[in-house]
């Protein structure tokens, strides 16, 4: 079998668990094509992520006491899995947890790439709103969006 990926990129595919993983391997096609990896919380359920590398994360609720701290050991446990993996790319779908990786990869001048919640249609996450001024690509799934955020690319939805 001759292996068909592109080494010359490296993708992180970063979500939170649920509906923005649900969204995320959307992207399998992509995955596919590149070197890649995923990132995600660790919950009770197990994700399919078709043979694809998987790191997890400590899953983060901002009304928890443990918040900062989480955020804190998410921060680095993703410089370990940066430095680990290198990526040029990080392809996020949200939310908080991921916001590590992200700023992580705009320090070390790599690209961002974030696509807005498919649940999203006329308000932006929290996520979204802060990294919007950081994300080399801010894709949108409602043109509703645009009025919160100008400079989204709408694309249509990734469902």
Not at 53 to 70: A, D, G, T, W
Request: net charge positive; hydrophobic share 35%.
């Amino acid at each position: 079998m001759t292996d068909t990926k592109d080494h010359r990129l490296k993708i992180c595919f970063a979500a939170s668990s649920g509906g923005h993983f649900e969204q995320l391997m959307r992207l399998k096609p992509l995955m596919d094509k590149y070197d890649s990896f995923v990132m995600t919380e660790r919950t009770d359920y197990l994700p399919d992520t078709g043979g694809e590398k998987i790191y997890y994360l400590r899953q983060v609720n901002r009304k928890e006491k443990s918040f900062p701290f989480r955020m804190l050991l998410n921060a680095f446990d993703s410089l370990r899995i940066y430095q680990r993996e290198k990526p040029d790319v990080v392809i996020c779908t949200g939310v908080l947890a991921m916001i590590p990786i992200c700023l992580i990869a705009k320090l070390h001048r790599k690209k961002l790439i974030y696509i807005e919640s498919y649940a999203k249609v006329s308000s932006g996450t929290e996520t979204g709103h802060f990294l919007y001024k950081y994300a080399d690509r801010f894709y949108i799934q409602w043109k509703a969006l645009r009025q919160v955020y100008p400079d989204g690319r709408y694309v249509g939805g990734i469902y």
